[in-house]
């Protein structure tokens, strides 16, 4: 296989049905098309006690100099009902200038555009004037557990450090170089379980019903916006995702009622401000409750500086589009990686992700490629 080739590698990587945690055969496929640009590949296998153990790559061209790092992930969601989708979803068509698979966009696309664009510098005889490091995972659409957590762990307890890094998600909403994320929003769960004393409805004096308790508490928390948006980031969300008793019998007062809701904060908050504004609004309510809070991520943001600007310039000049700056959407592994070094996201458009028939243009393939390439001649003479 070409590796300067983004639509060929990208094909070879869809054919690997990888959806998490299966590898499937994608990292190989990576590893067999950097080992000959001059990478030194490591894969790295990880497993936690109750959960599926995790294929994961690190792949690292020179020794000195900053450690730019390109990462991204090769798992992907299920395909869904395959008879919703017009072609083969692990097949790699290329019908009418788009490439159509389960991960084209999101983003496997993106790893063949990263890996193409550093075998076009090389064989363009320009080395990088440092390192250039991939971080691949199998596990970033799943808990994330096995993945890019512990790949970092596993750099520091080296001594290997990351100066820079790009995230490869699809970041563009329409059109390519319209958007850089430089930061999320934090994810945390929070299950809420209200107390009372079961008993008959015909005597509801008898009992305690929890009910009406639970329903003034839910609106206590929906009632009114967490915040109006920081300068950088939208208003923080709450939305409930369940509500549930489980009281099979219409003569019977429950002895609980349970509700789960997720909020999406920015930077005003942090878990244990919303822990505390949330049993600040329950205690007001009264009665005995119960609230587990779990967080998935922290809001972080990369301020804009060198690395940002050094991929929006990048952007533009292949686009003609100067991206937005954005904060925008759900999760990624930069999460994880903002604790180690600037980080920022700039991929494919993301309008067909986890969709049926996804696909990329080729020409978007070809201009991110070309994206990527610019950025690793900048980026070693720009950082600080």
Same mark, same amino acid.
Request: aromatic share 6%; with cysteine; hydrophobic share 40%.
């Given at each position: 296989?070409?590796?300067?080739?983004?639509?060929?590698?990208?094909?070879?990587?869809?054919?690997?049905?990888?959806?998490?945690?299966?590898?499937? $055969?994608?990292?190989?496929?990576?590893?067999?098309?950097?080992?000959?640009? /001059?990478?030194?590949?490591?894969?790295?296998?990880?497993?936690? !006690?109750?959960?599926?153990?995790?294929? @994961?790559?690190?792949?690292?061209?020179?020794? +000195?100099?900053? @450690?730019?790092?390109?990462?991204?992930?090769?798992?992907?969601?299920?395909?869904?009902?395959?008879?919703?989708?017009?072609?083969?979803?692990? /097949?790699?068509?290329?019908? @009418?200038?788009?490439?159509?698979g389960r991960g084209a966009a999101d983003m496997k696309g993106a790893v063949a555009a990263f890996v193409a664009a550093v075998a076009r510098e090389l064989e363009a005889g320009r080395p990088p004037q440092g390192?250039?490091?991939?971080?691949?995972?199998?596990?970033?659409?799943?808990?994330?557990? =096995?993945?890019?957590?512990?790949?970092?762990?596993?750099?520091?307890?080296?001594?290997?450090?990351?100066?820079?890094?790009?995230? $490869?998600?699809?970041? =563009? !909403?329409?059109?390519?170089?319209?958007?850089?994320?430089?930061?999320?929003?934090?994810?945390?769960?929070?299950?809420?379980?209200?107390? /009372?004393?079961? +008993?008959?409805?015909?005597?509801?004096?008898?009992?305690? =019903? !929890?009910?009406?308790?639970?329903?003034?508490?839910?609106?206590?928390?929906?009632?009114?916006?967490?915040?109006?948006?920081?300068?950088?980031f939208q208003a923080s969300t709450l939305a409930l995702t369940t509500v549930d008793v489980g009281n099979p019998a219409t003569n019977v007062i429950p002895a609980q009622g349970a509700a789960v809701f997720n909020?999406?904060? =920015?930077?005003?908050?942090?878990?244990?401000?919303?822990?505390?504004?949330?049993?600040?609004?329950?205690?007001?309510? +009264?009665?005995?409750?119960?609230?587990?809070?779990?967080?998935? /991520?922290?809001?972080?943001?990369?301020?804009? +500086?060198?690395?940002?600007?050094?991929?929006?310039?990048?952007?533009?000049?292949?686009?003609?589009?100067?991206?937005?700056?954005?904060?925008? $959407?759900?999760?990624?592994?930069?999460?994880?990686?903002?604790?180690?070094?600037?980080?920022?996201?700039?991929?494919?458009?993301?309008?067909?992700?986890?969709?049926?028939?996804?696909?990329?243009?080729?020409?978007?393939?070809?201009?991110?490629?070309?994206?990527?390439?610019?950025?690793?001649?900048?980026?070693?003479?720009?950082?600080?």
């Amino acid at each position: 296989m070409n590796p300067t080739d983004p639509v060929a590698l990208a094909q070879a990587l869809i054919r690997c049905p990888s959806v998490t945690p299966e590898d499937a $055969g994608a990292l190989g496929v990576l590893e067999a098309a950097l080992t000959p640009l /001059g990478f030194t590949c490591h894969r790295l296998r990880f497993e936690e !006690p109750g959960t599926a153990p995790v294929e @994961n790559l690190y792949a690292r061209l020179g020794t +000195g100099g900053k @450690n730019v790092c390109f990462a991204g992930h090769t798992d992907v969601v299920p395909p869904g009902d395959l008879k919703a989708w017009s072609v083969d979803p692990f /097949g790699g068509a290329v019908l @009418n200038g788009k490439l159509y698979g389960r991960g084209a966009a999101d983003m496997k696309g993106a790893v063949a555009a990263f890996v193409a664009a550093v075998a076009r510098e090389l064989e363009a005889g320009r080395p990088p004037q440092g390192s250039v490091s991939l971080l691949i995972t199998g596990d970033e659409e799943g808990v994330a557990v =096995n993945g890019t957590k512990k790949v970092l762990d596993w750099l520091k307890a080296r001594g290997e450090r990351l100066d820079a890094c790009v995230v $490869g998600e699809p970041t =563009n !909403p329409a059109k390519l170089g319209d958007m850089i994320k430089i930061g999320r929003r934090g994810s945390t769960t929070g299950r809420l379980t209200v107390y /009372g004393a079961q +008993g008959h409805t015909a005597y509801p004096h008898l009992a305690d =019903n !929890p009910l009406p308790r639970l329903a003034r508490m839910l609106v206590a928390i929906t009632g009114e916006p967490l915040d109006e948006g920081t300068e950088h980031f939208q208003a923080s969300t709450l939305a409930l995702t369940t509500v549930d008793v489980g009281n099979p019998a219409t003569n019977v007062i429950p002895a609980q009622g349970a509700a789960v809701f997720n909020i999406r904060f =920015n930077d005003a908050h942090t878990p244990a401000s919303i822990e505390a504004w949330l049993r600040g609004k329950f205690d007001s309510v +009264g009665g005995a409750y119960e609230l587990v809070m779990s967080t998935s /991520g922290e809001s972080f943001l990369t301020p804009p +500086g060198p690395l940002t600007e050094l991929v929006a310039e990048a952007a533009e000049t292949v686009t003609g589009r100067r991206p937005e700056y954005s904060t925008t $959407g759900g999760t990624s592994d930069a999460r994880f990686i903002k604790d180690h070094c600037p980080v920022v996201e700039f991929g494919l458009v993301g309008q067909t992700m986890h969709k049926v028939d996804e696909h990329v243009a080729l020409d978007d393939l070809a201009g991110l490629t070309d994206i990527y390439g610019a950025i690793l001649r900048d980026v070693f003479a720009r950082l600080p």
